[in-house]
């Protein structure tokens, strides 16, 4: 059983930054993808960015050259820095793994706002 740990949401100011980790463990297995999908009130959950244990990245565009997806494979723990950030992502964001089947993190808000 893999169990995904997310930390790092809050309230931040327009043009603010905030880092998600999330921190996986039991038993993962490789190749596999970490990643973020977010779901605002009223929206369907989309993807937000992702990243393979070889290092390929993708991202929605909405955030591309805003956000950072990064892993540190020995510990199994993706992060995903968020700069210049717009009331638009504001959402909870989960985070998830998938290897053999998919599994996901608890969720965490991000509220953007003056």
């Known amino acids: 059983q893999v169990q995904l740990v997310e930390s790092g949401g809050g309230l931040v100011q327009p043009g603010g930054s905030l880092r998600l980790s999330c921190a996986a463990s039991?038993?993962?297995?490789?190749?596999?993808?970490m990643g973020w999908y977010r779901q605002a009130p009223g929206k369907q959950r989309e993807l937000v960015a992702s990243?393979?244990?070889?290092?390929?990245?993708n991202y929605a565009a909405s955030v591309k050259g805003r956000f950072t997806i990064s892993r540190d494979n020995a510990k199994i723990t993706g992060y995903l820095q968020m700069n210049s950030l717009k009331p638009e992502d504001t959402a909870v964001y989960y985070c998830?793994?998938?290897?053999?089947?998919?599994?996901w993190g608890q969720g965490t808000q991000v509220t953007v706002s003056s």
């Open positions: 998830y793994l998938f290897s053999t089947q998919t599994y």
């Open positions: 039991g038993s993962t297995f490789s190749p596999n993808t």
């Open positions: 990243m393979t244990s070889g290092g390929r990245t």
